[in-house]
């Protein structure tokens, strides 16, 4: 259950107490007071409002506490952001999908370019639009759905909600199968002041319905590589016996932040899989939370991260299996190389409830140079006596035997590490099943330059 707060909720005698722990940080209050600059109407201003409360009385996490021990935002503090609400001409055509040609939304740092989206000759049953251009009446069952789900008033997610003037929105209706995937492309363009941008996307996979979905946020750049901060929200909510695909990209610029929260919400029978790719952003942090809403759920969550320079990669992740016969499946795997360093925190919730549950996690990671760095917590926590759950994590090198192996084959040393690396990454990539997505990874991972520089 979500509970909100404001201040006219609260008795008179407890307002000097809500006052004092209001603006308990005056640099997220600043953040705060930029994006809730423009204002909405109704309902919508009403939940901005609410978010907006719980950020006022949060702070922005430090290393100091458990979720955020290794990634230090420090760096972040430092900079004033502004934001950002222009959409700027910009050409795409290196970053659409030909699977994806007529379903596909595009925002232009946080604003929707309609000019740039192709939403043409939907079929029945499907709703792709962004959130100010649906008709009253969709906005009201929109309405049952935005930032209901669990974690809500985490303070990035609820600083998201206190902003929100828009939003990418896919519905897909009761037994719809959506035979090619839908492309949600958030496009960041640097300015010469540091920018902040609020992507938001709700999905809802309604009973029976099967979808892909994916979601990518790059960057087209500048003379200058610019310096901004994306705060992405997504919400998935997967009705009874519906199936949804989700493919989330990250290749932010070289100085970008970027932190993202994926909330699912799992009714019974549904079944769900994530492919989360990371490449880019000078510090990035992926929130991944599974909610069980009922048995007899599959979820399958493949990531993989690759970084090189001076890069932070985090990501964390919950799955809550709350009721019997689930079954997940958990591979993340990192290529950290130069001075990067990786986090990777999984957890499985098995409760009491969630009998016959089969869980198993893994994560595997790849370390390219000596000062390369990797910080890896599986965790399985078990209350349930009936279920089937493994976990483990490995961090290795690349094998001088295999790169001989290799070399004894007329193989360069160098295109001998490419191959080994390419082969580890290829466990998850192959795995997407968008063709034309697939390759151009593929072709990301085959171009990046050397990453074993100590």
Not at 11 to 16: K, T
Not at 244 to 272: L, P, W
Not at 406 to 429: H, M, T
Request: hydrophobic share 40%.
């Amino acid at each position: 259950m979500n509970i909100q707060v404001s201040p006219s909720a609260i008795p008179n005698s407890n307002a000097v107490s809500l006052t004092s722990m209001l603006d308990r940080d005056d640099y997220l209050t600043g953040l705060l007071n930029q994006v809730t600059a423009n204002k909405t109407e109704g309902w919508l201003q009403e939940l901005r409002q609410s978010a907006a409360n719980w950020v006022r009385h949060s702070i922005i996490p430090t290393t100091r506490e458990e979720e955020w021990r290794f990634t230090d935002l420090s760096s972040l503090r430092q900079l004033q952001f502004n934001v950002e609400m222009q959409s700027i001409q910009t050409d795409i055509s290196s970053l659409t999908l030909s699977e994806a040609a007529n379903r596909r939304l595009v925002f232009v740092n946080g604003v929707y370019a309609p000019e740039l989206s192709a939403v043409t000759d939907l079929p029945p049953g499907i709703v792709v639009s962004n959130l100010a251009s649906l008709p009253v009446v969709e906005q009201e069952g929109v309405q049952q759905y935005l930032a209901q789900a669990e974690g809500a008033q985490e303070v990035f997610t609820a600083l998201n909600t206190a902003g929100i003037t828009d939003a990418a929105v896919v519905w897909v209706k009761k037994n719809v199968v959506v035979e090619t995937p839908i492309h949600l492309l958030f496009i960041s363009v640097a300015a010469e002041t540091p920018t902040i941008l609020q992507p938001r996307c709700l999905v809802v996979a309604e009973s029976g319905s099967q979808v892909t979905l994916v979601e990518e946020y790059t960057n087209r750049r500048s003379t200058e590589e610019g310096v901004y901060f994306t705060n992405a929200v997504t919400e998935i909510w997967v009705g009874d016996n519906a199936e949804v695909t989700h493919i989330r990209v990250e290749q932010e610029g070289a100085e970008a932040f970027h932190i993202g929260k994926t909330a699912i919400a799992q009714s019974r029978d549904s079944r769900y899989t994530c492919h989360a790719i990371t490449l880019g952003a000078k510090l990035s942090r992926h929130n991944l939370e599974i909610l069980q809403t009922g048995e007899q759920t599959e979820t399958t969550l493949n990531g993989l991260t690759m970084i090189s320079g001076k890069q932070l990669a985090d990501t964390h992740s919950a799955i809550a299996l709350n009721y019997p016969h689930g079954i997940s499946k958990q591979l993340h795997k990192c290529i950290v190389g130069d001075r990067a360093h990786a986090v990777f925190n999984g957890k499985v919730l098995v409760p009491k409830l969630a009998q016959l549950t089969n869980a198993t996690q893994m994560n595997r990671n790849l370390l390219l140079s000596s000062k390369a760095r990797i910080d890896t917590k599986p965790q399985l926590e078990i209350t349930a006596d009936n279920v089937k759950c493994a976990h483990g994590a490995t961090v290795s090198q690349l094998e001088d035997d295999e790169i001989f192996y290799l070399q004894s084959r007329g193989i360069d040393e160098n295109d001998a590490r490419k191959l080994l690396i390419n082969a580890f990454a290829a466990e998850v990539i192959n795995q997407i099943p968008v063709t034309s997505l697939r390759q151009i990874l593929l072709n990301t991972v085959n171009n990046l330059k050397s990453l074993t520089n100590d």
